[in-house]
């Protein structure tokens, strides 16, 4: 397999090629009817499934569940109007982007906030760190918070509406 034009790929990076690619092919549908052994294999190479996710913004922390999917989507549980994409970047390495509305304490949307934020998966836990913008309902920046998070999979089994 050739890979960007590169002629020669180490053993390392070929025993990578082989097992996503097994990974993909085995997982084709979804992802709980594949058997225990490729579930094993796609889990812990990618971000799959439901978390429960801390985010820490200085002295402030909360808690959320985060669902990845297996085609790239991701999503916050129970609030179907936040939702972005996922990708990897490395070997356990993946980043993505959130976006949803910022409500009042009457439940109006008076900004929306993007989240753009890396991540390293270690088993069943992540942890990553990022920046959220906070944009008011023009699109202009508001603030931009630095954000570290933590996260421990709750399920492999994730859906998200618009994936």
């Known amino acids: 397999m ?3 034009g590169r002629k020669r790929t180490s053993g390392v990076v070929a025993l990578l090629v082989v097992a ?18 490729a579930q094993s294999w796609w889990t812990r190479l990618f971000p ?9 913004r200085g002295d402030v922390s909360e808690t ?18 936040t939702a972005g994409s996922w990708h990897p970047t490395g070997l356990l390495h993946f980043s ?4 949803g509305p ?3 304490a009457g439940g109006n949307v008076v900004a929306t906030v993007d989240l753009k934020h890396s991540a390293v998966q ?10 959220d913008y906070v944009r008011d309902l023009n699109g202009n920046l ?3 918070v630095d954000v570290q998070i933590a996260a421990s999979r709750l399920s492999v089994d994730a859906v998200c509406p618009s994936s």
């Open 2 to 4: 050739r890979i960007l």
């Open 20 to 37: 996503v690619t097994a990974a993909f092919a085995v997982t084709a549908g979804p992802a709980s009817a594949a058997p225990a052994s």
């Open 64 to 81: 959320a569940q985060w669902a990845f999917t297996r085609t790239g989507g991701a999503c916050v549980v129970g609030q179907p109007d």
């Open 142 to 144: 508001l603030a931009a």
């Open 102 to 104: 910022l409500r009042d």
């Open 48 to 56: 799959i499934g439901v978390w429960s996710i801390t985010l820490s």
């Open 122 to 131: 270690q088993g069943s836990t992540f942890s990553g760190s990022g920046t």
């Open 96 to 99: 993505y982007e959130l976006t």
